[in-house]
C-alpha cells in the first residue's frame, strides 16, 4: 500500500515559514506522510535546496495559467463573484473591514461600475442577511474550475489538498479542483486579520485550521463555517519566537545596524500603506529622537513594509521619502525586508531574525495596529499603535484616516486588551512613549493575556497540534 499523500498549496512568502520552518511539515513527514509542496515555479529550486528532505516534493503553483484563467475565462463574471464573497460576509460579525474594502471598490471603480453600485449595496445587504444566499455564491464559485492541476492530481493521486488560504487567492482554483477530483480539502488561517477581512471562502472547503477562539467565531458568524469544520491549531509561525530561535543578541543586533548602544531603540514598523501613508508617524518620531522632549536619550529604526517595494508609485515614493529623512536625521535607522523572490516577494522566512530582533531589542515598538502588535507582545516589548492621520492621504486614490480604524475587529481586540497604547497625535506620541520609557512593564500582563487570547498556544508547540489536525484528516 503507498502512503498517504497530502498537497500543500504555498503561494505566500509566509506561507513558506509557516509549513517548512515550524513543525508542520516535519511532523506530517515523520509520520510516514508524503507531502507535495506547491509554490511559486520561479522558486522551486531555490525552496528544494534549502528545504528538500525525503518525503518532500516541491512542484509549481502555475499561478501564472491561474492568473490568465481569471483574467480570460468570464472575468467580469469571476471578478463579480470574487467582490460579493468578499463583500457578504454575515452581518452577525464585525464588518467593519469589509465595508472598507467595499468603500475603496466603488471609489476606485470604473464610471460604469460605479454607476450600479446602489444595486450592488442592495445585493450585499441581501446576502449579508441570507446564509442560503451565502451558500449558494459559494457554490456557484465552482462554475469556474479550470484544468490546471489535473496531471498533478492524476501523477500524485493526494489524499488531501492543504491550502494557505480559505481559496482567497489564486489558490482557490486548486481547491475547486480538489473537490471535481473528489479529494478533501482544508485551509490554514496564514494571517491574523483573514476571517475579518476575507469573508466568505473562494471554494467549498471541508476543514479549516485557525489560530483561536477569537478567529474560530468570526469563521462561524461571519463565514458561516460549521464549529465542527474549525481546528484551533494555533499560529505556527510564531512558535520560533516562543522559542527565541531566531533571535539574535543585542550586541550584535546593535552593531548591525551601528545603533547607539548607550540610546534607548524605539523600533516603528510601517502598516496599513495599503489605505494611508506613513511617513506623518515617522516625521513624528524622528522629531522627538532628534529633541529633548523624551525621557531618555532615544534613536529610531524604521522598517519598510513588504509594498514599499512594488511598483505602486505611491509606496515607493514613500520609500523614497523615508530614506531621504534618514539621511536628514542622523539618528533615525533603516531596515529593509529581505525578499525570498519570484511571487512570494518581501513576505518571506529569510526575514524572521531580523525581525524577531528588532522586537526583542526595541525598548518601546511601534506600528499601526499591525500583525506586529501580537509578535512585539510575545517578545514583551512595549506597544504603541501610532495613528497620527496624513494631511494627505493617497492624494487621487483612497485613503483613510488612520485615526478612524480602531473599530476594525483585530484593531478593535488590540485595544480592549489594554496590550498596548494608541497615539492619534504628537503630544499623545510623546507622552506614551515617555510612560514605558519610564515603567516598561506597565502593560505587561495584560500583553500576556493579549497572546494567550490571539495564539492560543504559547509554548512553541502550535506546528505540531496543526500537523496532528492535518494528519487526523487522512
Known amino acids: 500500500?503507498?502512503?498517504?499523500?497530502?498537497?500543500?498549496?504555498?503561494?505566500?512568502?509566509?506561507?513558506?515559514?509557516?509549513?517548512?520552518?515550524?513543525?508542520?511539515?516535519?511532523?506530517?513527514?515523520?509520520?510516514?506522510?508524503?507531502?507535495?509542496?506547491?509554490?511559486?515555479?520561479?522558486?522551486?529550486?531555490?525552496?528544494?535546496?534549502?528545504?528538500?528532505?525525503?518525503?518532500?516534493?516541491?512542484?509549481?503553483?502555475?499561478?501564472?495559467?491561474?492568473?490568465?484563467?481569471?483574467?480570460?475565462?468570464?472575468?467580469?463574471?469571476?471578478?463579480?463573484?470574487?467582490?460579493?464573497?468578499?463583500?457578504?460576509?454575515?452581518?452577525?460579525?464585525?464588518?467593519?473591514?469589509?465595508?472598507?474594502?467595499?468603500?475603496?471598490?466603488?471609489?476606485?471603480?470604473?464610471?460604469?461600475?460605479?454607476?450600479?453600485?446602489?444595486?450592488?449595496?442592495?445585493?450585499?445587504?441581501?446576502?449579508?442577511?441570507?446564509?442560503?444566499?451565502?451558500?449558494?455564491?459559494?457554490?456557484?464559485?465552482?462554475?469556474?474550475?479550470?484544468?490546471?492541476?489535473?496531471?498533478?492530481?492524476?501523477?500524485?493521486?493526494?489524499?488531501?489538498?492543504?491550502?494557505?488560504?480559505?481559496?482567497?487567492?489564486?489558490?482557490?482554483?486548486?481547491?475547486?479542483?480538489?473537490?471535481?477530483?473528489?479529494?478533501?480539502?482544508?485551509?490554514?488561517?496564514?494571517?491574523?486579520?483573514?476571517?475579518?477581512?476575507?469573508?466568505?471562502?473562494?471554494?467549498?472547503?471541508?476543514?479549516?485550521?485557525?489560530?483561536?477562539?477569537?478567529?474560530?467565531?468570526?469563521?462561524?458568524?461571519?463565514?458561516?463555517?460549521?464549529?465542527?469544520?474549525?481546528?484551533?491549531?494555533?499560529?505556527?509561525?510564531?512558535?520560533?519566537?516562543?522559542?527565541?530561535?531566531?533571535?539574535?543578541?543585542?550586541?550584535?543586533?546593535y552593531r548591525l545596524h551601528r545603533l547607539n548602544p548607550e540610546r534607548k531603540l524605539l523600533g516603528y514598523a510601517c502598516s496599513f500603506v495599503t489605505y494611508s501613508p506613513n511617513i506623518q508617524n515617522i516625521e513624528a518620531l524622528a522629531r522627538l529622537v532628534s529633541s529633548v522632549q523624551l525621557a531618555k536619550p532615544c534613536q529610531l529604526l524604521v522598517r519598510l513594509h513588504p509594498n514599499h517595494f512594488t511598483k505602486v508609485r505611491r509606496w515607493s515614493s514613500e520609500r523614497e521619502q523615508i530614506h531621504k529623512l534618514v539621511q536628514e536625521y542622523p539618528l533615525v535607522h533603516l531596515v529593509e525586508p529581505v525578499p525570498l523572490g519570484g511571487e512570494l516577494g518581501y513576505y518571506s522566512g529569510e526575514d524572521m531574525p531580523e525581525k524577531s530582533s528588532m522586537m526583542a531589542h526595541s525598548d518601546v515598538f511601534l506600528t499601526v495596529y499591525s500583525t506586529m502588535v501580537v509578535e512585539a507582545s510575545i517578545h514583551e516589548t512595549p506597544i504603541i499603535s501610532a495613528v497620527i492621520d496624513s494631511p494627505t492621504g493617497w492624494p487621487g486614490e483612497y485613503s483613510l484616516p488612520l485615526s478612524k480604524i480602531g473599530g476594525w475587529p483585530t484593531h478593535s481586540r488590540f485595544r480592549q486588551a489594554g496590550a498596548g497604547r494608541v497615539a492619534t497625535n504628537p503630544d499623545e506620541l510623546r507622552q506614551a512613549i515617555n510612560n514605558y520609557l519610564g515603567n516598561p512593564t506597565l502593560d505587561l500582563e495584560a500583553q500576556r493575556a493579549f497572546v494567550r487570547q490571539e495564539c492560543t498556544f504559547t509554548d512553541g508547540s502550535a506546528g505540531r497540534h496543526t500537523a496532528e489536525h492535518l494528519l487526523s484528516l487522512l
Open 1 to 253: 500500500m503507498r502512503a498517504k499523500r497530502i498537497f500543500i498549496s504555498a503561494d505566500h512568502g509566509l506561507a513558506i515559514v509557516y509549513f517548512l520552518q515550524t513543525d508542520v511539515v516535519s511532523s506530517i513527514i515523520a509520520a510516514g506522510v508524503e507531502v507535495i509542496l506547491l509554490t511559486d515555479d520561479e522558486l522551486k529550486e531555490k525552496i528544494d535546496q534549502r528545504f528538500g528532505r525525503p518525503g518532500l516534493t516541491i512542484e509549481g503553483l502555475r499561478l501564472n495559467q491561474a492568473r490568465n484563467y481569471f483574467q480570460n475565462e468570464h472575468n467580469s463574471s469571476q471578478w463579480w463573484l470574487d467582490f460579493f464573497r468578499r463583500a457578504s460576509a454575515s452581518s452577525r460579525m464585525n464588518l467593519e473591514t469589509v465595508n472598507n474594502y467595499v468603500n475603496w471598490v466603488k471609489t476606485e471603480a470604473p464610471s460604469k461600475r460605479r454607476a450600479i453600485f446602489p444595486l450592488v449595496r442592495m445585493a450585499v445587504h441581501l446576502m449579508r442577511h441570507s446564509r442560503s444566499a451565502r451558500q449558494a455564491l459559494v457554490y456557484r464559485q465552482h462554475r469556474f474550475t479550470p484544468d490546471i492541476y489535473g496531471d498533478l492530481f492524476e501523477k500524485y493521486r493526494p489524499d488531501l489538498v492543504v491550502s494557505s488560504t480559505a481559496g482567497w487567492r489564486l489558490d482557490r482554483y486548486i481547491l475547486r479542483e480538489a473537490r471535481a477530483h473528489g479529494v478533501s480539502t482544508a485551509a490554514i488561517v496564514l494571517g491574523w486579520d483573514n476571517p475579518s477581512s476575507h469573508a466568505l471562502p473562494g471554494a467549498k472547503i471541508d476543514h479549516i485550521s485557525c489560530w483561536s477562539e477569537a478567529q474560530k467565531e468570526e469563521l462561524i458568524l461571519g463565514s458561516d463555517w460549521r464549529p465542527e469544520q474549525i481546528n484551533i491549531g494555533g499560529i505556527p509561525s510564531y512558535d520560533g519566537y516562543f522559542r527565541m530561535q531566531w533571535q539574535l543578541n543585542r550586541a550584535e543586533y
